[in-house]
């Protein structure tokens, strides 16, 4: 689980997603932040937490616990220390592999 620069050009790709520890899985495009797609995806009711949707606030901070996740600004609201560990924000983080992450409750 690592974080990384964008592929040249992902937008066409679609990756599978999961949620843990709720089993939902959901369809993640390379061209949408993993918050957007799992709203679009509907979840059966399952509602991820988020305010600002701009990598600030923190509200939607997951862990990545496997795949890759790319951010297209400069510094999401993580800690070097956080992003380490695997913690992302999905409402700006986006897909470049098959990813899975575990909410916080
Ligand atoms: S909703 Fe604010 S950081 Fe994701």
């Known amino acids: 689980m690592t974080t990384q620069s964008p ?3 992902p937008e066409g790709r679609v990756f599978n997603a999961r949620i843990e520890p709720s089993g939902h ?3 993640a495009p390379a061209s949408l932040p993993l918050l957007q797609a799992a709203e679009q995806a ?9 305010s600002c949707r701009n ?5 939607c901070i ?5 795949g890759q996740v790319a951010y297209r600004i400069e510094w ?4 070097l220390d956080e992003k380490r560990e695997g913690y992302i924000l ?3 983080a986006y897909p ?10």
Request: proline share 10%.
């Open 25 to 27: 899985t959901f369809e």
């Open 90 to 92: 999905p409402c700006v």
């Open 55 to 59: 990598g600030a606030c923190r509200t």
């Open 76 to 79: 999401p609201g993580l800690s």
């Open 7 to 9: 592929p040249a050009n």
């Open 42 to 50: 509907g979840l059966d009711g399952l509602r991820l937490d988020s």
């Open 96 to 105: 470049v592999s098959d990813v899975a992450i575990q909410l916080p409750f």
């Open 62 to 66: 997951c862990l990545l616990t496997s």
